[in-house]
């Protein structure tokens, strides 16, 4: 029997507001922030196991990832520059690269709505947000191609 492939998309937990000067991609988690990332990891912990972690390389990604990985337990993990920024299409080209059972990739929106939106519905307009710490748990066939439709949506959880 085959099993299916499962992508775990997060979008990172709230950020501290950019300081003078400081570039938005070195905006730390707040403490909001901090207990979303642990309440994700809870989450995760019991409903959600990843093999291989694809984060964004932006300081709020970075450590919504650690703080999950604490709880979780420490997988394969690789910071990808294309996540921060990236379309929903640009998000596929990333994930394509990767051959693992189950994936978490942390990220950010509007990419990762719209990735929700198109591998399930087929349509990237069709996305209804992601809240920060959102999570959204998919399946995909064994084998298949990621596609617009291909996906089923089997869990959303936000704090």
Request: charged share 25%; proline share 8%.
């Amino acid at each position: 029997m085959k099993q299916d492939r499962r992508l775990i998309l997060l979008r990172h937990a709230h950020a501290l507001p950019a300081g003078p000067g400081q570039a938005d991609r070195d905006r730390p988690l707040s403490g909001t922030g901090e207990a979303e990332a642990d309440a994700v990891a809870a989450f995760l912990a019991e409903h959600a196991p990843f093999a291989r972690v694809l984060c964004s390389p932006a300081l709020r990604t970075r450590q919504t990832a650690e703080r999950v990985m604490a709880r979780t337990g420490y997988a394969d993990t690789r910071h990808d520059p294309r996540i921060y920024e990236a379309s929903a299409g640009e998000l596929i080209e990333v994930l394509d690269e990767h051959d693992a059972p189950s994936i978490l990739l942390v990220g950010h929106n509007p990419g990762l709505e719209q990735l929700v939106a198109l591998l399930c519905t087929g349509r990237s307009g069709e996305y209804r947000g992601m809240p920060p710490a959102g999570v959204a748990v998919l399946s995909l066939p064994e084998g298949a191609a990621l596609e617009p439709g291909v996906a089923r949506l089997d869990a959303f959880w936000s704090s």
